[in-house]
């Protein structure tokens, strides 16, 4: 059998599983429904937003979307959303 190789978080999770420390829910169907619309209000794009932008940051920024396989856009818009709610964190590529 192939070995995956985990990066730290998921080394973590699957130590906190393996712990026992994750329990099941006991109304899964309910919390699934709750956190479905959740995503559904966060992912609402009901503004536009017109911004300039150099040649490069914008074939820098389609490329990376092509590597992670979604438009560009998309790309843009949960980058903005991450650094508006607080959760940005930048990664070093390479």
Do not use: C
């Not at 994750?22 to 992912?43: C, D, F, G, M």
């Not at 490329?63 to 979604?70: D, H, K, N, Y």
């Amino acid at each position: 059998m192939k070995k995956i190789k985990l990066d730290k978080e998921e080394n973590e999770l699957l130590e906190s599983y393996e712990r026992g420390e994750w329990v099941p829910l006991k109304n899964s169907k309910k919390e699934i429904q709750k956190h479905r619309e959740y995503a559904r209000n966060t992912l609402k794009k009901n503004k536009r937003v017109n911004i300039r932008i150099s040649a490069k940051d914008l074939e820098d920024i389609q490329t990376i979307a092509l590597e992670e396989a979604i438009p560009y856009q998309t790309l843009m818009a949960s980058v903005l959303h991450k650094f508006a709610s607080g959760r940005f964190v930048e990664k070093k590529r390479g």
